[in-house]
């Protein structure tokens, strides 16, 4: 079926040849603190760190709750602190995406 049609045309010409990234700075080298972000271990790091920490601090709560016996507004709690983490993990994921296209690692 896939052969009986027509080649795809692109509606712009693209090089053959690949673009070559430039070097980025080194994260190691201090004097030069402009792409910080671009780091996988540090973009990582930042981008684990964030969500954890809303997750830690509401499930602290919760545990405060749960030890206070005060279990008639856990659930409700509890919902809002699964809606606060998928809010935060897209927001890091966007966030972190964009500083990498920023940072022309398209890798």
Known sequence: MGFKQ???ELPVKT?????VIPP?????????LT????HPVLSSLLSGILPFGAVCIELFTI???LWL????YI???????VLILVATCAEIAIVMCY???CHEDYR
Do not use: E, K
């Not at 090089?15 to 673009?19: E, K, L, P, T």
């Not at 792409?35 to 671009?38: D, E, I, L, N, V």
């Open 6 to 8: 027509p080649t795809i």
């Open 69 to 72: 016996h005060q279990y008639y």
């Open 24 to 32: 980025g700075p080194n994260c190691a080298d201090m004097t030069s």
């Open 15 to 19: 090089n053959q040849i690949a673009r």
């Open 75 to 81: 659930f409700g709690f509890l919902a809002v602190v």
């Open 35 to 38: 792409a910080w972000y671009g």
């Open 99 to 101: 500083f990498q296209l």
């Open 63 to 65: 545990m405060n709750a």
